[in-house]
């Protein structure tokens, strides 16, 4: 498409700020910054100004259709193209035209849409409403307009309309406790990056497999002989065919007026990560969906697959998405320790609400985060497990264990102290140790959440992790009024904050660990601290409709209990969904590619057997007999296997409540699988790399 070599094709694709400038009228304008920034109600009449330079620009850049551009709950985004075109009556002439009220809202049929039990199928119209805080931009010859999707009566059919109510209701909360600090305003920002992770392998063998085909990932296939043990992938020399891919994707996000800044080889071979320069959660994410499509559309122009699933592979490393969350008020980032006293003490307090909300609300951020694909990976190879924790490093902790110790701010700040207060912004800038086995890192100046699976809208979790956190932004509201008094008197005042800090901490330390989240150690010390450990999405997805999560969802108007409720339904179906199909088109692959192959080349080894005997009657052949008995050992496992597996296939159907359905997926289903797995790839070790019906991790993880 473009060649963005220059910094000017930066952004070409987006009605942005500068763009609307120019092709809307000065009043206008100021007017719709009006609506973005303070909430003011959208007139017909400005809309149809708006749709008009929309449509101008659109069709100055090619662009012949619009959609509206939405996030519904099967995990995917949509759109629907209807044309510019109007002809003008009979006279063979037509003209483009786009109206506001085309602009605002569309209807269309959503029934084919996860509704969760929110929208009777005789009541099949979605409405789709403009986000003008997100920008428009062109996809393929199509002004895509982001729009957020519900039902008639308003309920959210979507990923991102929670999303928006859940920054609202951290900006309430935040508004208030930056007014005890001092500070009045309204300009408060969720901050997003997301690094996406990704796997690169070429289309031919992604074509020779079903279950990349079908599922994103191999339900078949041994580790590869060399995997990532020598530690060369990560940052090596990018293979010429991902580098041609990469600088073409880089030249579209740009123009997408995505700021894709950092691409590298991930630690496992053929894995990769790209990502952006941060900004608004509702853009990031936004920017991140249409990363993944185009990082999967251009693979096939390089003859690449891109692989987004969480575990594409056994044995290397899963793919993740982490998530940098960081919320931004008056222009100051509150997860920087600052440099004033004031600074200081105001990020230790912001700390210890989101110490505080996620430690209440962990199960609810592990199930934001709960999938098929995610439960192939937590607790694998580099990932982190399934138990919520916060790492904060040593220098952090000590001062977090000085705040608990209820030090008062004079003492901490007296030199003779070395965990002085303020020495913590120099700390923070030398300590860059990481600790990559944490799920939830403190990482300089943000939080990095690396739990999210590399094909998830973070939607989910980022609207989890700003209720639960605006809930504790309330809770530590309302110990701060307590202290209104004191707010005259600085010292006072500081001290009092840090008390408000040290009792919020005490209650929620037990969510703190510094140690190595991969190991079975801290699995028993979780369990005696009392974190949740939700193994698989069965397990994690209930919390979902606990009494505690719809009085949090409800009280921060994010979530009715019904829409919570449908999110609960629609993310258990499609687990169970997922696994029956992946369970489906393990017993195809088992009875049409491999069995077959297995007995082919079995009856040839007995011929072989046979022929070479006859030739040549002096030698025993044990080795060869060896192998041919493996073979027909291998096979019965194999049926025996897959007899296991139907009828657990076939039980799963006769349940009936999803819930259930879903722990015997999770309890006996995928265990029958890992296991009918694990007998065909015994016998890859023994058949013959050409009978092998299906190309080998060796081959599509290591070409050229
Ligand atoms: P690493 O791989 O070491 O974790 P990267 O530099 O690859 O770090 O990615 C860090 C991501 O975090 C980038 O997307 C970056 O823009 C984002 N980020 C940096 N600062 C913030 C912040 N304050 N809030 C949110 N995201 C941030
Ligand atoms: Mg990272």
Redesign the pocket.
């Known amino acids: 498409m473009t060649n963005s070599k220059n910094t000017k094709f930066y952004s070409t694709l987006v009605f942005d700020d500068s763009t609307m400038q120019k092709y809307l009228d000065a009043k206008s304008y100021k007017d719709f910054r009006d609506i973005v920034e303070n909430g003011k109600p959208l007139s017909i009449n400005l809309a149809d100004k708006i749709a008009a330079a929309m449509k101008d620009w659109a069709v100055s850049m090619g662009a012949t259709h619009f959609t509206h551009w939405f996030q519904p709950l099967n995990g995917t985004t949509s759109e629907k193209h209807d044309s510019f075109l109007v002809p003008e009556g009979d006279s063979g002439k037509a003209i483009f035209s786009f109206s506001g009220k085309a602009l605002i809202s569309g209807e269309g049929d959503a029934s084919s849409f996860p509704s969760g039990g929110l929208r009777a199928t005789f009541e099949a119209r979605g409405y789709t409403a403009w986000d003008p805080s997100s920008n428009a931009f062109i996809k393929d010859e199509v002004l895509c307009i982001p729009t957020a999707f519900c039902s008639y009566n308003g309920q959210a059919l979507d990923k991102k309309t929670p999303l928006l109510r859940s920054m609202d209701a951290i900006k309430a909360q935040l508004t208030v406790f930056m007014n005890y600090f001092g500070v009045k305003t309204k300009d408060i920002v969720v ?5 996406q992770e990704l796997f690169l392998i070429p289309k031919k063998d992604y074509e020779a497999r079903e279950d990349l085909i079908m599922c994103g990932r191999t339900l078949f296939g041994n580790k590869p002989v060399k995997g990532q043990e020598l530690e060369e992938h990560y940052y090596g020399c990018l293979r010429p065919t991902v580098s041609n891919y990469y600088k073409e994707l880089d030249d579209e996000l740009w123009a997408l007026g995505i700021a894709a ?2 691409k590298h080889n991930e630690a496992a071979p053929s894995q990769h ?1 790209l ?4 900004t608004n959660a509702n853009r990031a994410i936004d920017e991140n969906l249409i990363t993944m499509e185009k990082m999967q559309l251009l693979a096939s122009k390089y003859d690449l697959a891109c692989l987004l699933h969480e575990r594409p592979f056994e044995g290397i490393n899963g793919s993740g998405k ?1 998530c ?3 919320v931004c008020a008056g222009g100051s ?1 509150l ?1 920087d320790p600052g440099k004033t006293d004031s600074e200081i003490i105001r990020f230790i307090a912001f700390l210890s609400c989101v110490i505080a909300g996620v430690d209440e609300y962990q199960e609810l951020i592990r199930a934001s985060v709960a999938s098929a694909g995610n439960d192939c990976r937590l607790g694998g190879n580099e990932a982190p497990p399934a138990i919520i924790s916060i790492y904060l490093g040593d220098a952090l902790s000590n001062i977090i264990n000085a705040v608990m110790s209820g030090h008062s701010y004079e003492a901490m700040t007296d030199s003779k102290m070395d965990l002085g207060v303020s020495v913590l912004p120099q700390i923070m800038r030398d300590s860059s140790d ?1 600790n990559r086995t944490s799920p939830f890192a403190f ?1 300089a ?2 939080f ?1 959440f690396r739990m999210p699976g590399s094909q998830m809208n973070l939607s989910d979790c980022v609207m989890v992790l700003n209720t639960a956190i605006a809930k504790s932004i309330y809770d530590f509201n309302k110990l701060l009024e307590k202290g209104k008094n004191k707010i005259g008197n600085t010292k006072k005042f500081q001290n009092f904050v840090l008390s408000c800090c040290a009792k919020t901490l005490k209650d929620h330390k037990r969510i703190i660990f510094n140690g190595d989240g991969y190991s079975s150690a801290w699995q028993k010390e979780a369990k005696k601290r009392g974190l949740s450990n939700n193994v698989t999405t069965a397990d994690a997805l209930p919390c979902m409709i606990s009494k505690n999560s719809v009085e949090l969802f409800e009280a921060f108007g994010v979530l009715t209990k019904e829409e919570l409720k449908s999110r609960y339904v629609i993310s258990l179906e499609k687990y169970n969904k997922l696994i029956n199909i992946e369970s489906r088109l393990m017993h195809r692959m088992v009875k049409r590619t491999f069995l077959p192959a297995i007995n082919e080349y079995a009856s040839d080894l007995s011929s072989q057997i046979n022929e070479i005997s006859n030739a040549q009657k002096t030698y025993k052949l044990q080795n060869q007999r060896a192998s041919l008995k493996k073979l027909l050992s291998g096979l019965e496992d194999i049926y025996e296997s897959l007899e296991k597996l139907d009828d657990l296939r076939e039980s799963a159907k006769s349940i009936k409540d999803e819930q259930r359905k879903a722990n015997h997926n999770a309890k006996k289903l995928v265990p029958a699988m890992k296991e009918l797995r694990h007998c065909v790839d015994a016998m890859e070790h023994i058949v013959p790399r050409d009978w092998w019906p299906v190309p080998s991790y060796n081959s599509m993880l290591f070409y050229v």
């Not at 901050?191 to 690094?195: C, K, M, P, R, S």
């Not at 990502?275 to 941060?278: G, K, N, R, S």
């Open positions: 901050n997003v990056g997301a690094e800044h950092t990560e990502a952006p320069i941060y982490h940098n969350w960081s980032n997860l990481r990482t100046n943000k990095e």
